[in-house]
């Protein structure tokens, strides 16, 4: 993609980004810690999320291909791990060309993700339905929260990460919005406000990584074929057609490259271009400007959001429930629920320090943190020695 961070580009106006200086109103901690000698509030956080066992974790996580197809071995598809290195890299351009906080993009961006449990959407909607049973609910935004503000154990003074306001607004408010009815739990997260530009930004950063990266991986693994795409992503094709006039003796595969890199490059300058025209129209010239604001500012152009939801339709019928993948989220929702079933008959199979929390937790709810918490194949262990399989 173009390298916006090194052209200048008009920002906006100064008092619409976070402030990260350690004064600031959204870089104070749940527990208070001296400054850092030379580390900004913000680049903390991302060094601490960076460093976290969660986010290594990540690794082991499904973020589209449950199971790769048998007759293609190769270890370069996106995991959830590499997903979110490429959503960073977005982030931080996008806030850099605004003139945003790209610190707290950055924190904000490694994290977005951490809550996710292992199988992709398939194990999160198993793990849901479980709880369901309970009276209970699975949200990846409110167990991210929890393991940055619990789970985590790294620090001798207190438990979780002991980040930053702002950081942990962003993880409970970048995609969706919660009600203050509904989650009294969540107060201190100004749940009447939109929350700043660079919790806002991580969302469309995330749709645009991996709409971008799922087309190259179904391409490349075989699961679409360059004519379905072509025919079904007229965003894929216009740039397509444009590489292959521009090289008309580059490899196929290259091509590819060229129209994928392509439309990464258009969505990101869309939504620069978007937002910046939705802050100029409302003259919002602050922060809580923003948060007060009417609707979202950051948005892709009515034009480009109707392609890159096609694009994401033509996904979710071809790639990640075409008929291939049945088996794939079979198996999933299969070990999920019975890893859960089993661990809810018998917690003494729990780890003790996941024993402990029952009583503050409820059983059901230690066993989905539990779960959460596992990589693909970690599951898959647990689930063939528990369940006897
Ligand atoms: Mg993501």
New binding site residues.
Partial sequence: MMDLESKPAAALPSGIAVRGDADGPLTRRARFEPPHPYRAPFARDAARILHARAFRRLAGKT?VFARLPADSPSDHFRS?LT??LE?TQIARTLAAALGLNTQLAEALALV??IG?PPFGHAGEQALDHCLRGFGLAFDHNLHALRIVTWFEERYAAFRGLNLTLAVREGIVKHSRDYSASAHPELAEYFLDQFPPLEAQLIDLA?EI??LTADLDDGLDSGILTLAQVREGVPLFRGFHDAALSEYPAAAPRLTVNEAIKSALNALVTDLLQEIRARVAALGATTLAEVRHAPHRLAALSPQVEAARADAKEFLYANLYYSPGMEDAHAHATTVVQGLFAALIADPSLLPEDHQAQIPSQGLARTVADYIAGMTDSYIEQLWARCCGR
């Fill in positions: 973020q959830r997903h979110t959503v977005h993700d996710h995330d990584a991996y």
